[in-house]
């Protein structure tokens, strides 16, 4: 077993032994979702103030609400939520590199054959350029999709992991 | 404002009034990477043991590895992670539909338009009928995707949203 699963059981047995919250329902209380990155500099209940049980909480490189459009229609269609937050940060890798450049690194590491799975499943890494440009982008994507009503809420923000700060941008 | 963007303008103002990791990487210093469902019972910071800083977070509906591996392959190939560590869990909405079910809602709220944005992005909803064997089908996956390298270490686990536990499956 590695170290890093000897941590998830040693986390398990902690967290098990003082959890009183087996009653929570599957839809969420608050009825919405959080659209957040994967970066690990990011705590999304702590920062963000979501409960246990209240959100749904979506996560991807650079909070792409594309990557994430399956699980926002589920949320939303099957489990009832009817806002989003989605939060981009500062310092984030996907400033800093553009799908060319990812797709000659796994060709590099990984080879020829790596390449084409990337293709067949055309993969785009969606990196952006400019972060309030692309919470904007994003927030628009979801605003044009058939897939989102206009009764959905929907707010663009960015956390400022220098600083725990979160602030809106739209 | 709405009340659930209030609730971030709260919570934002709290949490960095005594943030303190400011300093960290943008790299995972611990290497790993956790794949979770975007349930709104799940904690993973405090369920696996996660430190701030420590690992990146993919959240998606049913901890698909299939929705998730753009980022899996952007956290292993640009961020230099080399273990995943996969959790689904007991009471998932993933188990209470099909496919067919799903796109059936869509259309009775959405309309015929928003079905077919739903198939011209391809999009699969991926729902599974059983949760141990879909442990084992996702890291099945990854470990025969092209994208992922066989030195990367992949766990597959079960969270129990009933009593907090997280148990090994494969």
Redesign the interface.
Known sequence: M?A??Q??????A???AS?D??H?A?????K??VLTC????I?P??????E??????????GA?AV?????I???E???GTN?I?LVKHT?C??LT?KNED?YG??EK???Q??V???RE?K????PFPELEQAVKNDVEFLKA???V?ESV?I?G?IY?????????VV
């Open positions: 590695s890093i699963q941590n998830v059981e040693a986390a398990s902690s967290y098990s959890f919250k087996g929570l599957l839809p969420p209380a608050k919405y979702l994967m970066d690990a500099r705590d209940a702590r920062a963000f103030g979501i246990l049980g209240d959100a749904h909480v979506i996560r991807n490189a792409s990557e994430g459009l399956r699980s229609v589920i949320s269609q099957l489990l806002e937050v310092g890798g996907m590199f990812a690194i796994v590491n990984l080879g054959a790596a084409e799975e990337l499943r993969i785009d890494f969606l999709s058939k897939l009503p809420t707010s923000w400022e992991v220098e600083t725990g700060k979160t602030r809106r």
